[in-house]
């Protein structure tokens, strides 16, 4: 039997128009899109372009704006590593949340093994970014600040545009891990003073293996140290023949998911609802305090319950107990421990998160599933 998928958040199902519209470019349309010269290079850069146009579209951007990557991992360590190393003369200090994924944390622990200096801002009670203590951890030689918009694991919406803000006014750039927001909820960049943002398309219903860096100015590889040094694909930016079925699937599944926002918006909410009512009254579960959040993410934990023995009792249901990376490492979440949980309280946590697919009735399925493992 099909296990009934809940962990949207480390990866989503290929939405079927998206893998409609990228096998084409693996048979018919294969060229190299670098090599314009020939019909089949120019029907591939074509069909590069309309995805670059799509992608920019998803978070309001121009299609100059963005820089085709192999996901978020890499955007963000080209945004990060590249603009530290081009610009070290500016300033080496860099602002964080504790919560970030590690794609960001472990980037600037490289970098700070590489004479940079990281402070991460204080969270709220309810898990939000202390604005007074980051006002206050701003300095002059703040290079960059770097602050996700959606958290993977709570699902906790950030104030990002306050937080960009106020990093443009002490004169730093700011860096946005847009991973989980992208498709669930609206980016806009023109609403939001983003000079780098970071999206991956295996989370909105594309493949994986692809993604997109944002950067609000343009850039080239004096400005911004790019990872991979080649044929100066991407403006300099990212050597290497690009992943033309890819981005063509990337490109497809932004055009549906931004089509889409409002409709699953809508039916996202009363999945959680469903579930949050249920999870409290039948299993006694508690969640976070009431903070801004993803309507497809619901983190709780049941008291005395470990996450790793209830994913265990129910092979048919496929969930988390914290980020994908976490679950391969086998580490405790560092999240819960930085909202100030205990590691006994931490440990309790799990994750659900849905999406394009789901129903309603899967939910109720599911409730049954967790009601039973209480025997
Ligand atoms: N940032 C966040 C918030 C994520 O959830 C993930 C993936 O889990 C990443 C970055 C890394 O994305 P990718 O798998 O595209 O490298």
């Not at 990228?22 to 029907?43: K, Q, V």
């Not at 590069?48 to 360590?77: C, D, H, M, P, Y």
Request: glycine share 8%; with cysteine.
């Amino acid at each position: 039997m099909k296990p009934f998928y809940f962990d949207y958040n480390a990866t989503t199902p290929v939405m079927p128009e998206v893998v409609d519209a990228m096998l084409p470019f693996f048979t018919e349309h294969f060229g190299n899109p670098a090599n314009t010269s020939c019909s089949l290079g120019r029907a591939a850069n074509r069909a590069v372009e309309r995805a670059r146009e799509q992608t920019a579209s998803l978070i309001g951007a121009e299609s100059k704006q963005i820089t085709f990557t192999s996901g978020a991992t890499e955007s963000l360590n080209l945004a990060i590593k590249g603009y530290a190393q081009a610009n070290a003369n500016r300033g080496r200090h860099i602002l964080t949340l504790p919560t970030e994924h590690s794609a960001v944390l472990d980037t600037l622990n490289f970098l700070s093994e590489h004479g940079f200096e990281i402070d991460y801002i204080p969270l709220n009670k309810i898990g939000m970014p202390d604005l007074e203590r980051f006002q206050f951890l701003l300095r002059k030689d703040t290079l960059m600040v770097c602050c996700m918009l959606a958290n993977n694991e709570t699902g906790h919406i950030y104030p990002v545009q306050e937080i960009a803000s106020m990093t443009r006014e002490a004169g730093s750039i700011f860096v946005c891990d847009a991973t989980q927001a992208c498709g669930k909820i609206d980016v806009d960049v023109n609403n939001l003073e983003i000079d780098f943002l970071a999206l991956s398309s295996h989370k909105f219903g594309g493949p994986k293996g692809v993604g997109a860096l944002y950067c609000k100015e343009s850039f080239d590889a004096e400005t911004l140290t790019p990872l991979l040094h080649g044929g100066r694909h991407e403006n300099g930016l990212r050597s290497g023949t690009l992943n033309v079925p890819g981005l063509v699937g990337m490109g497809k599944a932004a055009e549906i998911s931004k089509a889409s926002l409002s409709k699953h918006r809508d039916e996202f909410s009363a999945i959680k609802n469903y579930l949050e009512r249920f999870f409290i009254s039948e299993l006694g579960a508690i969640g976070l305090a009431d903070a801004p959040a993803l309507s497809n993410t619901l983190y709780m934990r049941i008291p005395g319950i470990l996450a790793k023995d209830l994913i265990r009792k129910l092979p048919e249901v496929c969930f988390s107990s914290g980020s994908a990376c976490q679950a391969m490492d086998g580490k405790l979440s560092h999240v819960p421990l930085a909202l100030g949980y205990s590691n006994e309280e931490a440990k309790c946590f799990f994750r659900l998160s849905w999406g394009w697919a789901t129903k309603m009735k899967e939910a109720e399925q599911i409730a049954d599933l967790f009601l039973g493992t209480r025997s």
